[in-house]
C-alpha cells in the first residue's frame, strides 16, 4: 500500500471481505473504498474499520447483558430448521440478543453488535464438526447437539473485541484514512472519479462460497442465501455445468474489465491470488490473468511467490499464492 500510493490518493478493494486491506487504508493515512456484495462482509468491514468509545462500548455491553437477565417480552426470528440447528436454549439467548442489540440507537454501534453476534452462530449452532471452519452444505442438516453455554460464548468473544478495538485506538495514526463501504456487486459499482490504486483479494475459481459460508448467519438476518449466493463471482452454483471453468473465467473477465475502468493511466492492481484445482487439474488462474492484465493494457510489475504454510480444509490444494502487481500503461 505505502509503496504504490501517496497520502491523499484513493485506494479501492472491489471485493474487500472483511476489510483487510480498509483498515490498513485507515491504519496508514489512505482514502480508500471497500466494496463487496456479501451482507455481512460489508458490516463486518464497517465494524473493523470503526473506531469507537471504549467507555460507550462497555456501556452498551453491561446494559445488554444487565437487561437479557429480566427480559421476557421479545420478538423471535424464524427460519426454515431452527430448531434443527439450534438447541431451544441457544434459539432463547440468540432471539434475546438479537431482540436488545436491535435497540441500540447508534447504528455503527448497534452494527458492532450485530457483527458480534454474527460471529458466534456458527459455533452454538447444532453444525457438524467437519463445518467448524469451512462451508456448511446446502441439503445437510446438523447433527450434533450443541451443549455449551451460548451467552458466555458471546460475551467472552466481547472481551476479545474490546481488545482488539484498545489496540486499534493506541494505533491510530495522526491522520486516519478515510474509508467507506458500499454493499454492491462491483459491476454494479460506477464512481464519478478514478482510483489510484486496486488492492484485493478477489473470489478465486472453486474456492470459497462466502455467502454459503456463512449461511447461518444469513438466516437469522433474514438476507436470501440462495439469491446471494447466485451473485457471487465463482460461486459453487455455478460450478456442476460441464464448463463451469469457462463460465467462471468469463464472468470473471467482465469484471475485471469493469474494475480496470475504475483505474486511472499509471495506476497500480495489486492482488494476493493462487491456483486452483477442479476434478485433479490445476486451475491456472495466475496465468489467465497475465493474460487477462496484458491484453487490456497493464504491465506486470511484480510478482512474489510464498509457499503456503496453514492451511484450512477450503484451502487444502492451494500450496502457493502469488503476489502480484500490474500497472496501467
Ligand atoms: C477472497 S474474499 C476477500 C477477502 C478479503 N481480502 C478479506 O480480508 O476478508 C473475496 C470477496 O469477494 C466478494 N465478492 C465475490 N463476488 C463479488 C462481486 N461480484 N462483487 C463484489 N464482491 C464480490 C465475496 O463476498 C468475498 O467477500
New binding site residues.
Given amino acids: 500500500m505505502l509503496q504504490y500510493s501517496k497520502t491523499g490518493q484513493k485506494i479501492l478493494?472491489?471485493?474487500?471481505?472483511?476489510?483487510?486491506?480498509l483498515l490498513e487504508a485507515l491504519l496508514n493515512g489512505r482514502d480508500a473504498v471497500g466494496?463487496?456484495?456479501?451482507n455481512i462482509?460489508v458490516k463486518i468491514s464497517l465494524a473493523k474499520t470503526f473506531i469507537p468509545d471504549i467507555r460507550e462500548l462497555d456501556c452498551i455491553f453491561d446494559e445488554i447483558i444487565e437487561d437479557f437477565t429480566t427480559l421476557t417480552e421479545y420478538t423471535t426470528v424464524s427460519f426454515p430448521d431452527k430448531e434443527v440447528w439450534y438447541t431451544k436454549d441457544v434459539s432463547e439467548v440468540i432471539d434475546k440478543l438479537f431482540f436488545l442489540i436491535s435497540k441500540i440507537k447508534s447504528n455503527d454501534y448497534r452494527n458492532v453488535f450485530e457483527v458480534l453476534l454474527s460471529s458466534i452462530l456458527k459455533t452454538v449452532s447444532n453444525k457438524r464438526s467437519i463445518w467448524n471452519n469451512g462451508y456448511i452444505a446446502d441439503n445437510v442438516l446438523p447433527n450434533k447437539k450443541y451443549t455449551g453455554d451460548a451467552l458466555k460464548v458471546f460475551r467472552n468473544k466481547y472481551y476479545a473485541l474490546k481488545k482488539s478495538y484498545i489496540e486499534l485506538v493506541s494505533a491510530l495514526p495522526n491522520r486516519v484514512g478515510n474509508v467507506s463501504i458500499q454493499l454492491?456487486?462491483?459491476?454494479d459499482y460506477s464512481p464519478n472519479e478514478q482510483f489510484d490504486l486496486v488492492i484485493?483479494?478477489?473470489?478465486?475459481p472453486f474456492?470459497?462460497d462466502?455467502?454459503k459460508y456463512n449461511r447461518l448467519v444469513y438466516y437469522w438476518f433474514g438476507w436470501d442465501v440462495n439469491k446471494k449466493s447466485e451473485?457471487?463471482?465463482?460461486?459453487r452454483t455455478k460450478r456442476n455445468r460441464s464448463n463451469a471453468v469457462e463460465d467462471f473465467f468469463n464472468e470473471m473477465e467482465l469484471?475485471y474489465k469493469h474494475i480496470f475502468s475504475l483505474v486511472k493511466e499509471g495506476g497500480y492492481f495489486c492482488m494476493t491470488v493462487a491456483d486452483t484445482h477442479r476434478n485433479k487439474s490445476k486451475v491456472s488462474f495466475v496465468e489467465w490473468l497475465y493474460r487477462i492484465f496484458c491484453e487490456n493494457g497493464w504491465n506486470l510489475v511484480a510478482d512474489d511467490i510464498r509457499q503456503l504454510e496453514c492451511q484450512s480444509m477450503a484451502q487444502k490444494r492451494i500450496q502457493y499464492e502469488h503476489k502480484l502487481v500490474f500497472k496501467k500503461m
Avoid: L, Q
Fill in positions: 478493494d472491489p471485493f474487500c471481505g472483511s476489510g483487510t486491506t466494496v463487496d456484495m456479501n462482509a454492491s456487486n462491483i459491476i484485493t483479494s478477489p473470489p478465486y474456492a470459497v462466502f455467502v451473485e457471487e463471482t465463482g460461486s469484471v
